[in-house]
């Protein structure tokens, strides 16, 4: 059984920085391309950053670049999100997912997402 389950999620000040953590059972971390996706109040999901399973490519929407890092740890099985100055803007819920067909160029990653975790969320406020 696929299992993702998020942590690391909180309440931060603007310009703080989180890491949020995706650990993975039930496949073979590292051949499955992941993405992060977060979810604002009141608004659609939003795709964030994506890395392919090979750890090699990385993609990140505009309103991240420069700020936030994927990484993945394939001996600990674990998917990373790095966030450094954070904004406001950035509270959401954030989820790992595993993401299928993925075509993905420049500030821009589309696909479908086959499993995703329950979810953590990220507050950013004064």
């Known amino acids: 059984e696929v299992q993702l389950v998020e942590s690391g999620g909180g309440l931060v000040q603007p310009g703080g920085s989180l890491r949020l953590s995706c650990a993975a059972s039930?496949?073979?971390?590292?051949?499955?391309?992941m993405s992060w996706v977060r979810q604002a109040p009141g608004k659609g999901l939003e795709w964030v950053s994506f890395?392919?399973?090979?750890?090699?490519?990385?993609y990140y929407a505009d309103s991240v670049k420069g700020r936030f890092t994927i990484s993945g740890d394939n001996a600990n099985n674990t998917l990373h999100l790095q966030m450094n100055n954070l904004r406001t803007e950035d509270t959401a819920v954030y989820y790992c997912?595993?993401?299928?067909?993925?075509?993905?160029?420049?500030?821009?990653?589309?696909?479908?997402?086959?499993?995703w975790g329950q979810g953590t969320q990220v507050t950013v406020s004064s």
């Open positions: 039930g496949f073979v971390f590292g051949t499955y391309d």
């Open positions: 890395i392919n399973g090979g750890g090699v490519n990385t």
């Open positions: 997912a595993t993401q299928r067909s993925p075509y993905c160029s420049g500030s821009y990653c589309a696909g479908w997402y086959e499993y």
